[in-house]
């Protein structure tokens, strides 16, 4: 299969990316402009390399066009210690994911996987689970839960949405096919 993988280079991408391979698939590895690759260095050559901006419609437009990904793995995220709960950045990001979604569906793939964080939950339960209520505390954890709550808005009848918000609904448009398949 061949899978779109954002943010490759992280921490979360970069293991992704090593199970893809060893499975077999096809991975085109999305990279930001200027990041390191340190943490792919021994899977460089098994994996298709795109460094673009996440944020540039056009850009991801293009790659998605010209790549054709059966599939998306979407871990990028702003994650700068120190930084990343409350930066704006973080809207940013969720337009982003919006754009990716949409080309993802224009161009035929049916699905898109992405990556929720523990800050979701309300934390005062004394512990996580797919069943602990959301009470999102930051800015960063809000974007998180929200896309969430998008993906399941538009996700057909019979489409497990798993995580936070998770439900099946009526077909909403087009990037339903991003998000579900059918």
């Given at each position: 299969m061949k899978v779109l993988l954002t943010g490759a280079g992280g921490f979360i991408g970069?293991?992704?990316?090593?199970?893809?391979?060893?499975?077999?698939?096809?991975?085109?590895?999305?990279?930001?402009?200027?990041?390191?690759?340190?943490?792919?260095?021994?899977?460089?050559?098994?994996?298709?390399?795109?460094?673009?901006?996440?944020?540039?419609t056009a850009a991801v437009t293009a790659m998605v066009a010209d790549t054709r990904p059966e599939a998306c793995v979407h871990p990028a995220w702003n994650a700068e210690p120190g930084k990343y709960l409350h930066s704006r950045e973080n809207l940013r990001l969720v337009e982003a994911t919006h754009r990716l979604a949409e080309a993802l569906a224009d161009h035929g793939c049916r699905r898109l996987v992405g990556v929720g964080t523990n800050a979701e939950y309300d934390t005062s339960y004394g512990y996580l689970s797919e069943r602990t209520p959301t009470a999102p505390t930051y800015l960063y954890s809000a974007c998180k839960l929200g896309l969430s709550h998008w993906r399941?808005?538009?996700?057909?009848?019979?489409?497990?949405?798993?995580?936070?918000?998770?439900?099946?609904?009526?077909?909403?448009?087009?990037?339903?096919?991003?998000?579900?398949?059918?």
């Open positions: 970069s293991q992704v990316a090593r199970q893809l391979v060893e499975s077999g698939d096809h991975v085109v590895a999305m990279l930001r402009p200027g990041e390191s690759t340190a943490r792919l260095d021994d899977i460089l050559g098994s994996l298709e390399v795109r460094t673009l901006d996440l944020a540039d399941s808005s538009v996700c057909s009848p019979g489409c497990r949405s798993p995580g936070p918000g998770s439900s099946t609904s009526t077909d909403r448009g087009r990037t339903l096919a991003a998000w579900c398949p059918r």
